[in-house]
C-alpha cells in the first residue's frame, strides 16, 4: 500500500512557484537571470499599514482570534464590499482565512462531492483545477481564444453546462492573460448562469483594482444580483495592498456555505495571522488614493512589454485590461530551433531555453491550460523590463 495519498496522483505542484525556485537557484549560482515569473507587485506594503501591525504587536494583539476574522476586520471588509461594488453583506456572511488561495480552498472543500463539476474558462490560475481534484470534483475546462482576448463566450459557457456542474469559476481581470471582463461581456455570462439555477458562482476578484485605460471592474453579483444568492464573492489584499506575505484574503456569501467553510478552516489553520489582519483594518479603511498612483505604474509597464513582446519575430502579444500579466503567443516560434540548438515543439521547450540561454524567467502557457504561450509578470522595474524584452528579442531573432 503507497504511504502517500492517492489524492497527490492528481495534483501537480504550482509550476509557478517551481520556475521562481528554478530561477532563484540559477541566480544564486552566479547567472544573471531576470525573473518574470513570481505573481507579485514589486511595491512595498505602504508605511501606514506596517505601522498598523506594528502597533497590534505592541498591543498585544497577539493570540488566537476569532475563527473566522477580527470583528473590525469584517466590519471593513462589508464596508469594502458596499462602498466598491454596491453588495451588501453582514459580518455573518464573511469569512477571512490566510490568503485568497485558503478561501477558495476552503470554499472548494466544502461545497464538493465526488462527481461534481467546477467550470474553469482557460487559461486559468494554475491552482483552480488541483484544488479541485483535491476536493474530490472534476474540472472542466472552457477554452477562451485569442481571438476573443482568451474570454469566454456565452456560448462556450451555456455549452459546458451539465446537471452536474456545481461551480463556474469567474476571474477577471485574469490571472494570467490580464483580461478583464467589461460590464457587458460580463453580463452575457450571468444571463447564461440565471438560467440554469443549480450552477454557484465563485468570483476571484483579485486583481479589482489593477485595471487600466478607464476599464470599469465589474463583479458578478453586482452585475447579476439574481445571482447574489449563489454567489461566493472573494477577494484579498494580497495583490492590491502589495500584502502577498500578510497572507489575508475574504470571501463573502450566503451565510450557509460561509458556516461550511468555517468549518473546514476550524480544523486546518484556526484563524488567520492576527498581526496581519489589524494590517489589513488599516489597509481597507485607510487611505485608497496611492491604489491609482501605483495602477498607473504598472499601466506603463504593461504598455512597454507589450510594445517590447511584439517587436519580437513570432511572438504576438494582446494588451490586456488588468492584473500585472501579459499572454503573448508564441505560435510563430514553434517548429524552430534556437541559436543554443534547443528545437522548440512546445512553450515549455520555449521557455527553458529562453531561461538557459538568455537567463530570462517566464512560465509556459501548459502550465495555465492553453498554449502556445508565456506569461510575464511585468511587476518589475522598467530599466528590468527593457532588458528582458532586449534579451527574448534576441532569442526570437536567434530562431531558425
Ligand atoms: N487568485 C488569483 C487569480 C491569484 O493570482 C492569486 C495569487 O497569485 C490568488 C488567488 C491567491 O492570492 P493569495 O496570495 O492572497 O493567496
Not at 488561495?101 to 474558462?121: C, R, S
Not at 451565510?255 to 468549518?263: D, L, P, Q
Amino acid at each position: 500500500m503507497p504511504f502517500l495519498s492517492r489524492t497527490l496522483d492528481r495534483v501537480k505542484p504550482s509550476p509557478t512557484v517551481a520556475v521562481t525556485q528554478l530561477a532563484g537557484e540559477l541566480k544564486a549560482a552566479g547567472q544573471d537571470v531576470i525573473g518574470l515569473g513570481a505573481g507579485e507587485p514589486d511595491f512595498d506594503t505602504p508605511d501606514n499599514i506596517k505601522a498598523a501591525a506594528i502597533a497590534a504587536i505592541e498591543a498585544g494583539k497577539t493570540k488566537y482570534t476569532a475563527l473566522d476574522g477580527i470583528p473590525e476586520l469584517k466590519a471593513a471588509i462589508c464596508d469594502k464590499f458596499r462602498r466598491e461594488n454596491g453588495l451588501d453583506y453582514a459580518p455573518s456572511q464573511v469569512i477571512v482565512s490566510t490568503g485568497g488561495k485558503q478561501v477558495l480552498f476552503n470554499a472548494l472543500l466544502a461545497t464538493l462531492n465526488p462527481g461534481d463539476e467546477v467550470i474553469i474558462p482557460a487559461p486559468y490560475w494554475v491552482s483552480y483545477p488541483d484544488m479541485v481534484q483535491i476536493g474530490g470534483g472534476t474540472p472542466v475546462i472552457v477554452p477562451g481564444t485569442a481571438e476573443t482576448g482568451y474570454k469566454i463566450t456565452p456560448e462556450a459557457l451555456e455549452a459546458a453546462i451539465t446537471p452536474a456542474t456545481k461551480w463556474f469559476i469567474f476571474n477577471s481581470p485574469s490571472n494570467p492573460t490580464g483580461a478583464g471582463y467589461s460590464r457587458d461581456e460580463l453580463r452575457a455570462l450571468t444571463d447564461v448562469l440565471m438560467r440554469h439555477e443549480h450552477v454557484w458562482v465563485m468570483t476571484d476578484d483579485m486583481y479589482e483594482h489593477l485595471v487600466y485605460d478607464g476599464f470599469t471592474f465589474a463583479t458578478p453579483a453586482e452585475v447579476a444580483p439574481g445571482l447574489y444568492d449563489r454567489t461566493l464573492t472573494v477577494n484579498g489584499v494580497s495583490k492590491a495592498y502589495a500584502m502577498t506575505g500578510w497572507r489575508i484574503g475574504y470571501a463573502a456569501g450566503p451565510a450557509e456555505v460561509i458556516g461550511a467553510m468555517r468549518k473546514v478552516q476550524s480544523q486546518s489553520t484556526t484563524n488567520p495571522c492576527s498581526i496581519s489582519q489589524w494590517a489589513a483594518v488599516e489597509a481597507l479603511t485607510g487611505p485608497q488614493d496611492f491604489l491609482a498612483t501605483r495602477a498607473e505604474a504598472f499601466r506603463a509597464r504593461r504598455d512597454l512589454v507589450v510594445a517590447g513582446l511584439n517587436a519580437c519575430p513570432g511572438i504576438d502579444c494582446a494588451t490586456p485590461e488588468g492584473a500585472f500579466y501579459v499572454y503573448p503567443s508564441i505560435a510563430g516560434c514553434i517548429g524552430r530551433v534556437s541559436a543554443g540548438g534547443a528545437r522548440i515543439e512546445t512553450d515549455e521547450d520555449f521557455c527553458t531555453a529562453l531561461l538557459k540561454e538568455e537567463g530570462v524567467a517566464v512560465v509556459f502557457g501548459a502550465a495555465f491550460g492553453l498554449s502556445p504561450n508565456f506569461r510575464v509578470s511585468y511587476a518589475v522595474s522598467d530599466a528590468v523590463l527593457e532588458e528582458a524584452c532586449a534579451r527574448i528579442r534576441r532569442f526570437c531573432e536567434g530562431l531558425h
